[in-house]
T-cell receptor, first 114, second 108 residues
Framework: EAGVAQSPRYKIIEKRQSVAFWCNPI?????LYWYQQILGQGPKLLIQ????????DSQLPKDRFSAERLKGVDSTLKIQPAKLEDSAVYLC????????????FGPGTRLLVL | SQQGEEDPQALSIQEGENATMNCSYK?????LQWYRQNSGRGLVHLIL?????REKHSGRLRVTLDTSKKSSSLLITASRAADTASYFC????????FGAGTILRVKS
């Protein structure tokens, strides 16, 4: 069974530029999550999708971050414009259902904002 | 803010020894999960313990949960060099909230 795929693996941009990350979850998984992991910290949930609907985006900085999962399968997370403090690893995860479920993580995208 | 707090922040042991990591949290939970993260990689689910369970085993892993103290522990027995990683507890009260993790180094 293929795991969660993410691309790119690494990205370096300058502040105020835009960047987009892509995630393809495990086939059949209805729930998709985007996390931000700053160096030395645990992952922080940014947004959770159930199929193509948003379940929780309370910690998403909506002035600069956006995410979509149009067909209920793969998803993109965008930052526009990027700030220095956005430097982090962006992790995508998926699970079969919504509640009390094991989450399967992708390898992450490491973003450096200069 | 992160709900789970792991203790210790870092742990260094010899191969073959046991490693114990603790997690404390603040609010009511549905379940508590432990994940492992190797350097530069994504997280891997290790074990899930529900709020009505007190202890759970999986191979060399033993997890306990004390909801009255709002704490959990992860014990890795007979550690191996391959166990070197960061370990995170995550509390599920509707969505997963991760702690800052414990960095485990197993020396061979």
């Amino acid at each position: 069974e293929a795991g969660v795929a993410q691309s790119p693996r690494y990205k370096i941009i300058e502040k105020r530029q835009s960047v987009a990350f892509w995630c393809n979850p495990i086939s059949g998984h209805a729930t998709l999550y985007w996390y931000q992991q700053i160096l030395g910290q645990g992952p922080k949930l940014l947004i959770q999708f159930q199929n193509n609907g948003v379940v929780d985006d309370s910690q998403l900085p909506k002035d600069r971050f956006s995410a979509e999962r149009l067909k209920g399968v793969d998803s993109t997370l965008k930052i526009q414009p990027a700030k220095l403090e956005d430097s982090a690893v962006y992790l995508c995860a998926s699970s079969e259902g919504q509640n009390q479920e094991t989450q399967y993580f992708g390898p992450g995208t490491r973003l450096l904002v200069l | 803010s992160q709900q789970g707090e792991e203790d210790p922040q870092a742990l260094s042991i010899q191969e073959g020894e046991n490693a114990t990591m603790n997690c404390s949290y603040k609010t009511s939970i549905n379940n508590l999960q432990w994940y492992r993260q190797n350097s530069g990689r994504g997280l891997v689910h290790l074990i899930l313990i529900r709020s009505n369970e007190r202890e759970k085993h999986s191979g060399r892993l033993r997890v306990t949960l004390d909801t009255s103290k709002k704490s959990s522990s992860l014990l890795i027995t007979a550690s191996r060099a391959a166990d070197t990683a960061s370990y995170f507890c995550a509390t599920d009260g509707g969505s997963l909230v991760f702690g800052a993790g414990t960095i485990l180094r197993v020396k061979s």
